[in-house]
């Protein structure tokens, strides 16, 4: 494939700034260690100026005179504290980590009241910023002042006022600022770990931006959301295609649903009306489901209305009812019963302690005043009584006082002893009475309870078939819901698979009217690519669907781990170079930690510190970007000094390490 170059960017190779991109959207100019909150020169660890443009941290190797030995000191280059640096920068800049806990907990240890000051310019604006090594103490910024201000102790902000300004320069400028499929906000935090890849991520693939190794606790994207990001900040994308992109994504959940369910209520509704079938086999076949529905509800309906004759049939037909009447019948005849037993035994124990009394003359009187009147009688004195006629005295007990003598006495004794003969003849037929009510209620009992329990068990079984008709009723519901749901499911799936293929569609003619600014893209990205490579090679950015491909091809396309290096850095300085040109919204801040890997060769990976350089020369003033690369290998000797080169570091002694001390 042939890239197309659009004529600007070829040879002679000439840059165009645009006119209104005068200064980064977000760069760093000073980076401060303390190892205390306090002013004073005593109190600084490192104090690093940075500038617009090429920024160069360089650890050079340990020279060895031109021989090399084994067990030769290797350190000096390695461990000096780069990677550090890098997350420096990004701690000032918002993200959550300072480095990997066992690294965190070393600083901390040696610098329990350290703090991180920064001078960081954001669309224009200088903000201070004040971030802690150690737990406990809150980051806090001041605006409009250098971080010498925060001294002062007045006019500190909340910190999240500094990353409010950040979100406000490098993500409202977005053409799209939702994730298509969550409808979430695309924050600072997703765009700072492209801007500021770990070198954990080796620079393979350039969506790879944090290693899990590194612990910066920045948002977990998936791929899409990543490749969104990349295609809102160069300006790939807008809020119509990302709008259909959203609407397409809820169209892809619901046909997977329906198509998960579809098969699953047509098994349901099948299974359902075979085992129907099995009942009713006169019923129509279940395939054809509208007279076989039709057939069978009226089947159950008709089972129904029978049974339902049968339990009031049953009912009626059972003589409990009148067995019932006939116990409670008999229940109060053996009250009546019992209550005639208890007047009988309470009037025979009032004569015989009339007569006991009548026997013991001395006794007399308190015994017969102790009694309590028997059943129908009153409390009137027996004169009373007598003059009024009363029908009952002559059965009360005896006047004591007025049969003193002798012969009153024997006499009122003799009437006694009959009367007490008599009231005990009737005790004893009152309780045969009992004893015939008691059998008679026993028997009634007894026959209700039998009479009852067929009917309950013989009701049990109606009710028990009417349940089953019943629950096959719903049964029939269901297949008929399953098999209804099913066809709409299945109705769904085809309405949405042509909405789906009508959204690509879609999605396709919004981003052909992106198609300019990719070819931008990808001939900026030729560029890049051929002034590392060589002038003989062709590389493009190809957009598939939602996604960006890069590829690099001489005589046919190529692949290394070297070529996948290379790529990664030209797709990261192309986007800073389209931003430099007035297209996309690359915030035009960009750092690459250490980024020499595989076999990648010293001469293609001085190229990178030249194309920065090259950058910057496009430039009648100070550029409007900031490129900050640290390195062990060796820039390009033009470079090696002022301005580029901003910090040299070594492993030992650690004194020349970043902390100036060993962690």
Same mark, same amino acid.
């Given at each position: 494939?042939?890239?197309?170059?659009?004529?600007?960017?070829?040879?002679?190779?000439?840059?165009?700034?645009?006119?209104?991109?005068?200064?980064?959207?977000?760069?760093?100019?000073?980076?401060?260690?303390?190892?205390?909150?306090?002013?004073?020169?005593?109190?600084?660890?490192?104090?690093?100026?940075?500038?617009?443009?090429?920024?160069?941290?360089?650890?050079?190797?340990?020279?060895?005179?031109?021989?090399?030995?084994?067990?030769?000191?290797?350190?000096?280059?390695?461990?000096?504290?780069?990677?550090?640096?890098?997350?420096?920068?990004?701690?000032?800049?918002?993200?959550?980590?300072?480095?990997?806990?066992?690294?965190?907990?070393?600083?901390?240890?040696?610098?329990?009241?350290?703090?991180?000051?920064?001078?960081?310019?954001?669309?224009?604006?200088?903000?201070?910023?004040?971030?802690?090594?150690?737990?406990?103490?809150?980051?806090?910024?001041?605006?409009?002042?250098?971080?010498?201000?925060?001294?002062?102790?007045?006019?500190?902000?909340?910190?999240?006022?500094?990353?409010?300004?950040?979100?406000?320069?490098?993500?409202?400028?977005?053409?799209?600022?939702?994730?298509?499929?969550?409808?979430?906000?695309?924050?600072?935090?997703?765009?700072?770990?492209?801007?500021?890849?770990?070198?954990?991520?080796?620079?393979?693939?350039?969506?790879?931006?944090?290693?899990?190794?590194?612990?910066?606790?920045?948002?977990?994207?998936?791929?899409?959301?990543?490749?969104?990001?990349?295609?809102?900040?160069?300006?790939?994308?807008?809020?119509?295609?990302?709008?259909?992109?959203?609407?397409?994504?809820?169209?892809?959940?619901?046909?997977?649903?329906?198509?998960?369910?579809?098969?699953?209520?047509?098994?349901?509704?099948?299974?359902?009306?075979?085992?129907?079938?099995?009942?009713?086999?006169?019923?129509?076949?279940?395939?054809?489901?509208?007279?076989?529905?039709?057939?069978?509800?009226?089947?159950?309906?008709?089972?129904?209305?029978?049974?339902?004759?049968?339990?009031?049939?049953?009912?009626?037909?059972?003589?409990?009812?009148?067995?019932?009447?006939?116990?409670?019948?008999?229940?109060?005849?053996?009250?009546?019963?019992?209550?005639?037993?208890?007047?009988?035994?309470?009037?025979?124990? !009032?004569?015989?302690?009339?007569?006991?009394?009548?026997?013991?003359?001395?006794?007399?009187?308190?015994?017969?005043?102790?009694?309590?009147?028997?059943?129908?009688?009153?409390?009137?004195?027996?004169?009373?009584?007598?003059?009024?006629?009363?029908?009952?005295?002559?059965?009360?007990?005896?006047?004591?006082?007025?049969?003193?003598?002798?012969?009153?006495?024997?006499?009122?004794?003799?009437?006694?002893?009959?009367?007490?003969?008599?009231?005990?003849?009737?005790?004893?037929?009152?309780?045969?009475?009992?004893?015939?009510?008691? !059998?008679?209620?026993?028997?009634?009992?007894?026959?209700?309870?039998?009479?009852?329990?067929?009917?309950?068990?013989?009701?049990?079984?109606?009710?028990?078939?009417?349940?089953?008709?019943?629950?096959?009723?719903?049964?029939?519901?269901?297949?008929?819901?399953?098999?209804?749901?099913?066809?709409?499911?299945?109705?769904?799936?085809?309405?949405?698979?042509?909405?789906?293929? !009508?959204?690509?569609?879609?999605?396709?003619?919004?981003?052909?009217?992106?198609?300019?600014?990719?070819?931008?893209?990808?001939?900026?990205?030729?560029?890049?690519?051929?002034?590392?490579?060589?002038?003989?090679?062709?590389?493009?950015?190809?957009?598939?669907?939602?996604?960006?491909?890069?590829?690099?091809?001489?005589?046919?396309?190529?692949?290394?781990?070297?070529? !996948?290096?290379?790529?990664?850095?030209?797709?990261?300085?192309?986007?800073?170079?389209?931003?430099?040109?007035?297209?996309?919204?690359?915030?035009?801040?960009?750092?690459?930690?250490?980024?020499?890997?595989?076999?990648?060769?010293?001469?293609?990976?001085?190229?990178?510190?030249?194309?920065?350089?090259?950058?910057?020369?496009?430039?009648?003033?100070?550029?409007?970007?900031?490129?900050?690369?640290?390195?062990?290998?060796?820039?390009?000797?033009?470079?090696?000094?002022?301005?580029?080169?901003?910090?040299?570091?070594?492993?030992?002694?650690?004194?020349?390490?970043?902390?100036?001390?060993?962690?």
């Amino acid at each position: 494939m042939t890239q197309l170059r659009l004529p600007n960017l070829d040879l002679p190779r000439a840059l165009h700034p645009a006119a209104g991109v005068t200064q980064p959207i977000i760069w760093v100019r000073r980076l401060c260690v303390v190892r205390e909150f306090a002013r004073g020169e005593e109190y600084v660890v490192r104090d690093v100026s940075l500038r617009r443009g090429l920024n160069i941290v360089w650890t050079p190797p340990r020279d060895t005179g031109g021989g090399n030995e084994l067990f030769q000191a290797g350190m000096s280059g390695h461990t000096a504290g780069k990677t550090t640096f890098c997350r420096l920068i990004r701690y000032a800049l918002g993200e959550h980590g300072l480095s990997n806990e066992r690294t965190r907990r070393r600083i901390r240890d040696k610098f329990p009241a350290g703090w991180l000051l920064a001078e960081v310019i954001v669309d224009g604006d200088e903000w201070a910023v004040a971030r802690p090594f150690g737990i406990g103490a809150h980051s806090f910024c001041r605006r409009g002042a250098p971080f010498d201000a925060l001294f002062d102790g007045d006019a500190r902000h909340d910190y999240q006022d500094f990353l409010d300004a950040i979100a406000g320069a490098a993500v409202n400028c977005l053409p799209s600022r939702r994730f298509p499929t969550t409808d979430q906000p695309i924050r600072w935090e997703h765009i700072l770990p492209w801007l500021s890849r770990d070198q954990e991520c080796r620079f393979t693939d350039f969506l790879e931006w944090r290693h899990s190794s590194s612990e910066s606790d920045a948002p977990a994207l998936s791929v899409d959301e990543r490749q969104f990001v990349v295609r809102a900040v160069l300006g790939l994308i807008s809020d119509a295609e990302r709008a259909e992109q959203l609407a397409n994504a809820q169209r892809l959940v619901q046909r997977k649903e329906a198509v998960r369910r579809a098969p699953l209520l047509e098994h349901q509704a099948l299974v359902d009306h075979q085992r129907l079938s099995e009942l009713f086999p006169e019923t129509p076949e279940p395939t054809s489901t509208e007279l076989f529905t039709a057939a069978t509800r009226d089947a159950l309906r008709e089972q129904r209305r029978t049974l339902d004759g049968q339990l009031a049939a049953l009912t009626a037909s059972s003589g409990v009812e009148a067995l019932r009447a006939s116990l409670e019948r008999a229940i109060e005849e053996e009250t009546n019963a019992k209550r005639d037993v208890e007047d009988a035994e309470l009037r025979l124990k !009032a004569e015989q302690g009339a007569l006991a009394a009548l026997s013991e003359p001395s006794e007399a009187a308190s015994l017969l005043s102790s009694l309590p009147p028997a059943r129908g009688y009153c409390n009137q004195p027996m004169s009373l009584a007598r003059d009024r006629t009363c029908p009952l005295a002559s059965t009360l007990p005896s006047d004591l006082a007025a049969k003193r003598s002798e012969r009153v006495v024997n006499g009122e004794m003799e009437r006694l002893r009959t009367l007490v003969q008599a009231l005990d003849v009737s005790l004893a037929q009152a309780r045969g009475v009992l004893g015939e009510r008691i !059998a008679q209620r026993s028997t009634a009992a007894r026959a209700e309870m039998v009479a009852r329990t067929e009917l309950e068990q013989k009701r049990g079984r109606l009710l028990e078939e009417r349940a089953g008709v019943v629950h096959l009723d719903k049964q029939l519901d269901n297949a008929e819901w399953a098999e209804s749901t099913a066809r709409n499911e299945r109705e769904t799936i085809e309405t949405l698979t042509v909405a789906i293929d !009508a959204s690509y569609v879609v999605q396709e003619q919004l981003r052909a009217q992106n198609s300019m600014r990719l070819s931008h893209l990808a001939s900026t990205f030729d560029y890049v690519v051929r002034a590392i490579l060589g002038d003989e090679v062709t590389a493009t950015v190809t957009a598939a669907g939602r996604s960006l491909a890069l590829t690099v091809e001489h005589n046919g396309e190529r692949e290394s781990a070297a070529i !996948a290096t290379v790529k990664l850095l030209a797709f990261d300085l192309a986007a800073l170079t389209e931003s430099v040109q007035g297209r996309g919204s690359f915030p035009r801040f960009l750092l690459h930690d250490g980024p020499r890997e595989a076999d990648l060769s010293l001469d293609i990976y001085e190229r990178l510190f030249l194309f920065g350089q090259h950058l910057e020369g496009c430039f009648s003033g100070e550029p409007s970007f900031q490129y900050i690369i640290t390195t062990t290998t060796k820039p390009p000797q033009a470079l090696l000094s002022a301005p580029w080169h901003v910090l040299t570091l070594a492993g030992v002694p650690s004194e020349q390490r970043l902390l100036r001390c060993d962690l």
